[in-house]
């Protein structure tokens, strides 16, 4: 068994329709998705079986979501100080590119070589994996599902199940390929693989990273949660911890956490709590005898506070990493997380992202939507997904010579073709002789409909229109009416 | 201007002319359902617990050595690390002293640099005590001390765990509440709901990911 | 959506909207109501349009069609194009002006008046006044029929298996399919049978379905099968956006099975047009 060292990430290819199409091509990956989102569907409704007790519970974690958003500035400043009274670092930086700058000064400093990874998603905004490996310091993940799509040159597919496309053949045939071990496709044996692994990583490295569930500002304790224990072996084992999380993570009080808590792991997994709750108010004191020397938290922006200037887009900061949205969601459960080729997929990727990288490069995952409101319905903190999916459609098709910028990159999909249309739309629906007009045309004429419409005959039959309008039979039907 | 000036200002301007929100904690959202007969509460532990493979007994406070001796037996563990500095790891010192020919004692007495090698390759089993337990969620309460370092109940393939019965609570809101976690929380706490596990390959859940693949819990009925 | 009644400052954090309380209905049926055709129904599925305006009949309710009516603006709205949707919404609200029920034979048509007319408005309050107004005497058909008419269906037709799909923001904004499994149970002859992954969206979209035909594709095509897995003769909805989603996919594959507005069928079932 040779263990990996670095290990680079293949880039992303083509743009979301074409990955789209490839994707649903795949009958392997159509049907480890639909699988995988059918039983985390299922355990989430079995976890939540009362509907009166769900919804209230939501309605409280989205207010307190919010209520850390309405004072998050101050928040923030309570965290570091109550963080920095315990003794941890805090950094704070606005672009991921900073972010890496930051970690990288602590690796140096520590003079790290090898550096052991915990879940976190925001090192993945950061492509720390990548930036670490291009200076030559190995930094290797540590949960299964990370580890395996590492292994193969992937990107996570799922922001909790970052394997969910691979099923058990497939990661047999990496860990024999990759790792020099016998085949096997019995699960509990690869899981001991990686276990004998990473549990040599985890004895070597000189440097932990892990995300943050929850800072709470009021006593300083950055709260992670895993099933795992390689949250708390990345955390406690190296000499150093760093923990890189987004500015929106804090919440005011501890208490705060508990109906956050029992959302998140019921969301995400239809579990009552993850087997390990860690929370981490500092580093090992003079006389412990464990825990890491050091603690950093590297507070992130990376477009969160532009999210964060309107009001209807701050919403997207409610966002406590449950996956529910994608796992609800029929175009994710089709099409997969890799399609959206960006870090976070899904739902919230597509109301995340364009604020991390600016809409012009996601220009078409507003519309990757059919608004069904699955997303919406099941989000634990109540973000109206649905709306903002919407409102960034606005923005999408704004002029570019608008005068309210509210977001970068915004107006990438305006045509003024598309603009004439709607404004063609817009008048004849609302000019009642126009209207009646083009109903006459359309049901007399009906037999010229053609039979290639574009995309819509990709799938359908040309639709035609019936030979009387509702209008007209509405009239005749009322002036029967009127005689008798 | 440093980063945190321009993200703090950004946020600030966001804000400006709002009030922050209300806070209307409604705390009967986290109690009300959670809540159990005291009778009941070693059952909903047990029922949660269970369900993700951990193993439980009941004994006491007074024949729990025994009953461990006897579990390490069946386990046919070679060696049992403790924490020489606790109450309960002085009762399994006095214990073995008693009865020859049990599984070897190790202390973590010392801080983890010197013996790094030794806890990962060759300490088979812990013994910590906790803090209590939460009903609703089936999960041991863990602050790891001087005494009772955090690796304890991490690094060892099997983690054994005192619990009296007595302090078992409703829920994690009572926890935090009744123990005053705000006014001041360790270096590091815990919650430990069952043995390390995974799901990461095709949702096939599977024991002993990264941290124990047993956890057993001795509770103490009588205390 | 309603989470804009927001008094306070506009860049205030926003919190939920409180729980929705359950919808009250009045007690008696009204005298009359307006018909909200919908420009789908209008178009593509008159038929379906006029067996609503006999159901009501039927129930001794004088049914208003303004024959200046159009659209609900809802294409324009959810393809980001606003203005031009507040432009055909505003079109729409002095010809529904009287203070009587409008009801509406297609869910997310009723959903966009009833849920989104007021996003439209949120800046013009005299507006906003009128569209609240308004939203609280909309209905869906089958909402109206089942809680204001208190229809008693006698079923005439042949046993039949039927499966119901309902719009997804109309169900989840409206709590269509309640409404409409409640009126079919009514009804002796007809077994109504799940399909797999019923909650699930058809694909339809709106301009989703031409935005992304091949998602919206992959999306029809399980429905369509999952609905032929049903052993249904016959598919449901009490939308035509769907409708002519699912119509138009099985058409194009061949298939026999069709859907039918369910206004048509409670119509026919019932010994309309006899």
Same mark, same amino acid.
């Given at each position: 068994?040779?263990?990996?060292?670095?290990?680079?990430?293949?880039?992303?290819?083509?743009?979301?329709?074409?990955?789209?199409?490839?994707?649903?091509?795949? !009958?392997?990956?159509?049907?480890?998705?639909?699988?995988?989102?059918?039983?985390?569907?299922?355990?989430?409704?079995?976890?939540?079986?009362?509907?009166?007790?769900?919804?209230?519970?939501?309605?409280?974690?989205?207010?307190?979501?919010?209520?850390?958003?309405?004072?998050?500035?101050?928040?923030?400043?309570?965290?570091?100080?109550?963080?920095?009274?315990?003794?941890?670092?805090?950094?704070?930086?606005?672009?991921?590119?900073?972010?890496?700058?930051?970690?990288?000064?602590?690796?140096?400093?520590?003079?790290?070589?090898?550096?052991?990874?915990?879940?976190?998603?925001?090192?993945?905004?950061?492509?720390?994996?990548?930036?670490?490996?291009?200076?030559?310091?190995?930094? =290797?993940?540590?949960?299964?599902?990370?580890?395996?799509?590492? =292994?193969?040159?992937?990107?996570?597919?799922?922001?909790?199940?970052?394997?969910?496309?691979?099923?058990?053949?497939?990661?047999?045939?990496?860990?024999?390929?990759?790792?020099?071990?016998?085949?096997?496709?019995?699960?509990?044996?690869?899981?001991?693989?990686?276990?004998?692994?990473?549990?040599?990583?985890?004895?070597?490295?000189?440097?932990?990273?892990?995300?943050?569930?929850?800072?709470?500002?009021?006593?300083?304790?950055?709260?992670?949660?895993?099933?795992?224990?390689?949250?708390?072996?990345?955390?406690?084992?190296?000499?150093?911890?760093?923990?890189?999380?987004?500015?929106?993570?804090?919440?005011?009080?501890?208490?705060?956490?508990?109906?956050? =808590?029992?959302?998140?792991?019921?969301?995400?997994?239809?579990?009552?709590?993850?087997?390990?709750?860690?929370?981490?108010?500092?580093?090992?004191? !003079?006389?412990?005898?464990?825990?890491?020397?050091?603690?950093?938290?590297?507070?992130?922006?990376?477009?969160?506070?532009?999210?964060?200037?309107?009001?209807?887009?701050?919403?997207?900061?409610?966002?406590?990493?449950?996956?529910?949205?994608?796992?609800?969601?029929?175009?994710?459960?089709?099409?997969?997380?890799?399609?959206?080729?960006?870090?976070?997929?899904?739902?919230?990727?597509?109301?995340?992202?364009?604020?991390?990288?600016?809409?012009?490069?996601?220009?078409?995952?507003?519309?990757?939507?059919?608004?069904?409101?699955?997303?919406?319905?099941?989000?634990?903190?109540?973000?109206?997904?649905?709306?903002?999916?919407?409102?960034?459609?606005?923005?999408?098709?704004?002029?570019?010579?608008?005068?309210?910028?509210?977001?970068?990159?915004?107006?990438?999909?305006?045509?003024?073709?598309?603009?004439?249309?709607?404004?063609?739309?817009?008048?004849?629906?609302?000019?009642?002789?126009?209207?009646?007009?083009? #109903?006459?045309?359309?049901?007399?004429?009906?037999?010229?409909?053609?039979?290639?419409?574009?995309?819509?005959?990709?799938?359908?039959?040309?639709?035609?229109?019936?030979?009387?309008?509702?209008?007209?039979?509405?009239?005749?039907?009322?002036?029967?009416?009127?005689?008798? | 201007?440093?980063?945190?000036?321009?993200?703090?200002?950004?946020?600030?301007?966001?804000?400006?002319?709002?009030?922050?929100?209300?806070?209307?904690?409604?705390?009967?959202?986290?109690?009300?359902?959670?809540?159990?007969?005291?009778?009941?509460?070693?059952?909903?532990?047990?029922?949660?617990?269970?369900?993700?493979?951990?193993?439980?007994?009941?004994?006491?406070?007074?024949?729990?050595?025994?009953?461990?001796?006897?579990?390490?037996?069946?386990?046919?563990?070679?060696?049992?690390?403790?924490?020489?500095?606790?109450?309960?790891?002085?009762?399994?010192?006095?214990?073995?002293?008693?009865?020859?020919?049990?599984?070897?004692?190790?202390?973590?007495?010392?801080?983890?640099?010197?013996?790094?090698?030794?806890?990962?390759?060759?300490?088979?089993?812990?013994?910590?005590?906790?803090?209590?337990?939460?009903?609703?969620?089936?999960?041991?309460?863990?602050?790891?001390?001087?005494?009772?370092?955090?690796?304890?109940?991490?690094?060892?393939?099997?983690?054994?765990?005192?619990?009296?019965?007595?302090?078992? =609570?409703?829920?994690? $809101?009572?926890?935090?509440?009744?123990?005053?976690?705000?006014?001041?929380?360790?270096?590091?706490?815990?919650?430990?709901?069952?043995?390390?596990?995974?799901?990461?390959?095709?949702?096939?859940?599977?024991?002993?990911?990264?941290?124990?693949?047993?956890?057993?819990?001795?509770?103490?009925?009588?205390? | 959506?309603?989470?804009?009644?927001?008094?306070?400052?506009?860049?205030?954090?926003?919190?939920?909207?409180?729980?929705?309380?359950?919808?009250?209905?009045? *007690?008696?049926?009204?005298?009359?109501?307006?018909?909200?055709?919908?420009?789908?129904?209008?178009?593509?599925?008159?038929?379906?349009?006029?067996?609503?305006?006999?159901?009501?009949?039927?129930?001794?309710?004088?049914?208003?069609?303004?024959?200046?009516?159009?659209?609900?603006?809802?294409?324009?709205?959810? *393809?980001?194009?606003?203005?031009?949707?507040?432009?055909?919404?505003? *079109?729409?609200?002095?010809?529904?002006?009287?203070?009587?029920?409008?009801?509406?034979? *297609?869910?997310?048509?009723?959903?966009?008046?009833?849920?989104? $007319?007021?996003?439209?408005?949120?800046?013009?309050?005299?507006?906003?006044?009128?569209?609240?107004?308004?939203?609280?005497?909309?209905?869906?058909?089958?909402?109206?029929?089942?809680?204001?008419?208190?229809?008693?269906?006698?079923?005439?037709?042949?046993?039949?298996?039927?499966?119901?799909?309902?719009?997804?923001?109309?169900?989840?904004?409206?709590?269509?399919?309640?409404?409409?499994?409640?009126?079919?149970?009514?009804?002796?002859?007809?077994?109504?049978?799940?399909?797999?992954?019923?909650?699930?969206?058809?694909?339809?979209?709106?301009?989703?379905?031409?935005?992304?035909?091949?998602?919206? #594709?992959?999306?029809?095509?399980?429905?369509?099968?999952?609905?032929?897995?049903?052993?249904?003769?016959?598919?449901?909805?009490?939308?035509?956006?769907?409708?002519?989603?699912?119509?138009?996919?099985?058409?194009?594959?061949?298939?026999?099975?069709?859907?039918?507005?369910?206004?048509?069928?409670?119509?026919?079932?019932?010994?309309?047009?006899?």
């Amino acid at each position: 068994m040779s263990a990996p060292t670095l290990i680079p990430t293949v880039e992303v290819q083509d743009d979301f329709r074409t990955r789209a199409h490839k994707a649903l091509g795949d !009958a392997q990956l159509r049907n480890n998705f639909r699988s995988a989102m059918d039983s985390l569907m299922t355990k989430r409704a079995v976890a939540f079986s009362d509907a009166h007790e769900r919804e209230h519970l939501r309605a409280l974690g989205n207010a307190i979501r919010a209520r850390a958003l309405s004072k998050l500035p101050d928040l923030l400043e309570q965290l570091e100080q109550n963080l920095t009274r315990n003794g941890v670092k805090v950094h704070w930086a606005e672009t991921v590119d900073e972010a890496n700058d930051l970690v990288l000064s602590i690796i140096r400093a520590h003079e790290a070589r090898q550096v052991i990874k915990g879940k976190s998603m925001v090192s993945e905004e950061m492509e720390m994996n990548h930036v670490l490996a291009e200076q030559g310091i190995e930094c =290797l993940e540590s949960d299964m599902g990370e580890f395996i799509v590492q =292994l193969d040159h992937e990107k996570p597919s799922h922001i909790i199940m970052p394997a969910i496309h691979k099923n058990a053949g497939q990661v047999a045939s990496l860990f024999h390929d990759k790792l020099g071990v016998e085949y096997t496709k019995d699960v509990d044996q690869l899981i001991q693989i990686g276990r004998k692994v990473l549990r040599q990583k985890f004895f070597e490295a000189d440097i932990g990273v892990s995300g943050v569930n929850f800072a709470v500002a009021e006593t300083g304790t950055l709260l992670l949660v895993e099933n795992e224990g390689n949250g708390r072996m990345s955390t406690t084992v190296p000499p150093v911890h760093i923990a890189v999380t987004g500015i929106e993570k804090v919440v005011e009080n501890l208490r705060d956490v508990v109906p956050l =808590l029992s959302l998140l792991t019921r969301s995400a997994l239809g579990q009552p709590i993850t087997t390990y709750v860690n929370m981490i108010s500092g580093p090992r004191k !003079a006389h412990e005898l464990d825990g890491p020397q050091e603690v950093h938290l590297v507070l992130l922006d990376n477009g969160r506070s532009q999210a964060f200037a309107d009001s209807e887009l701050r919403q997207t900061l409610n966002c406590i990493r449950c996956g529910a949205c994608m796992n609800h969601c029929p175009v994710y459960t089709r099409i997969g997380g890799h399609a959206y080729g960006e870090v976070y997929p899904g739902p919230i990727g597509k109301i995340i992202t364009p604020h991390m990288v600016g809409l012009a490069k996601v220009p078409d995952h507003p519309s990757a939507s059919s608004l069904c409101g699955a997303c919406g319905e099941v989000c634990p903190v109540k973000i109206p997904i649905p709306s903002l999916l919407r409102r960034l459609r606005e923005e999408n098709v704004k002029a570019p010579d608008s005068p309210n910028q509210v977001m970068r990159g915004q107006g990438s999909k305006y045509s003024r073709k598309e603009r004439f249309i709607w404004n063609a739309w817009a008048r004849l629906n609302s000019s009642p002789a126009l209207y009646r007009l083009f #109903g006459f045309f359309a049901t007399r004429l009906r037999n010229l409909t053609p039979s290639n419409i574009g995309p819509w005959t990709q799938n359908h039959s040309a639709p035609k229109p019936a030979a009387r309008s509702l209008h007209d039979l509405a009239r005749a039907h009322q002036g029967k009416q009127g005689d008798q | 201007m440093s980063a945190k000036q321009n993200i703090l200002g950004k946020l600030r301007k966001s804000l400006s002319g709002t009030t922050p929100l209300a806070d209307n904690f409604d705390e009967a959202l986290v109690t009300e359902p959670w809540s159990y007969p005291p009778e009941q509460r070693i059952a909903q532990l047990r029922k949660l617990m269970e369900a993700v493979h951990t193993e439980l007994h009941l004994t006491t406070g007074q024949a729990w050595p025994q009953l461990l001796a006897q579990l390490l037996r069946e386990r046919q563990l070679p060696s049992l690390l403790i924490a020489p500095g606790t109450p309960h790891g002085q009762r399994v010192v006095e214990y073995w002293q008693q009865h020859p020919g049990l599984p070897a004692l190790k202390a973590y007495d010392r801080p983890v640099e010197e013996w790094k090698a030794e806890l990962f390759n060759d300490t088979p089993a812990s013994l910590t005590g906790t803090l209590g337990a939460i009903a609703a969620t089936g999960s041991l309460i863990v602050w790891p001390t001087r005494e009772e370092p955090r690796l304890m109940s991490l690094v060892p393939p099997v983690h054994f765990a005192l619990l009296k019965a007595s302090e078992i =609570l409703d829920n994690f $809101y009572q926890v935090q509440q009744q123990h005053k976690w705000a006014e001041g929380m360790p270096t590091n706490a815990l919650l430990i709901s069952g043995p390390s596990k995974t799901a990461d390959i095709e949702q096939v859940l599977a024991y002993g990911a990264h941290g124990p693949k047993d956890l057993v819990v001795l509770i103490l009925e009588d205390q | 959506m309603s989470e804009l009644f927001y008094n306070a400052v506009p860049n205030t954090t926003r919190v939920a909207p409180p729980l929705p309380e359950p919808r009250q209905y009045p *007690s008696e049926k009204p005298a009359r109501v307006y018909l909200f055709g919908t420009c789908v129904v209008d178009l593509f599925y008159p038929e379906a349009g006029m067996d609503a305006i006999h159901l009501l009949e039927r129930e001794g309710i004088r049914v208003e069609y303004p024959q200046e009516q159009s659209c609900c603006g809802q294409p324009a709205y959810t *393809s980001g194009y606003t203005e031009q949707a507040r432009q055909v919404a505003r *079109s729409q609200l002095a010809l529904f002006a009287g203070d009587f029920p409008v009801v509406v034979p *297609s869910g997310s048509c009723a959903g966009m008046i009833r849920e989104h $007319y007021a996003d439209l408005f949120k800046d013009e309050p005299a507006t906003l006044q009128q569209v609240q107004a308004l939203a609280a005497r909309t209905y869906e058909l089958a909402e109206f029929l089942l809680n204001v008419c208190k229809v008693q269906f006698k079923d005439s037709g042949e046993p039949v298996k039927v499966a119901l799909h309902t719009s997804c923001s109309a169900r989840r904004e409206m709590n269509t399919h309640l409404h409409g499994r409640a009126l079919l149970a009514q009804l002796g002859n007809v077994e109504r049978v799940e399909h797999n992954h019923e909650s699930e969206c058809c694909g339809f979209g709106g301009t989703f379905s031409v935005r992304m035909p091949d998602i919206s #594709g992959a999306m029809v095509a399980d429905k369509t099968r999952a609905l032929k897995e049903s052993g249904a003769h016959q598919v449901l909805s009490a939308d035509c956006g769907c409708l002519m989603n699912i119509n138009g996919a099985l058409e194009k594959q061949r298939e026999t099975l069709r859907g039918l507005h369910l206004a048509s069928f409670l119509w026919q079932r019932t010994g309309g047009g006899q």
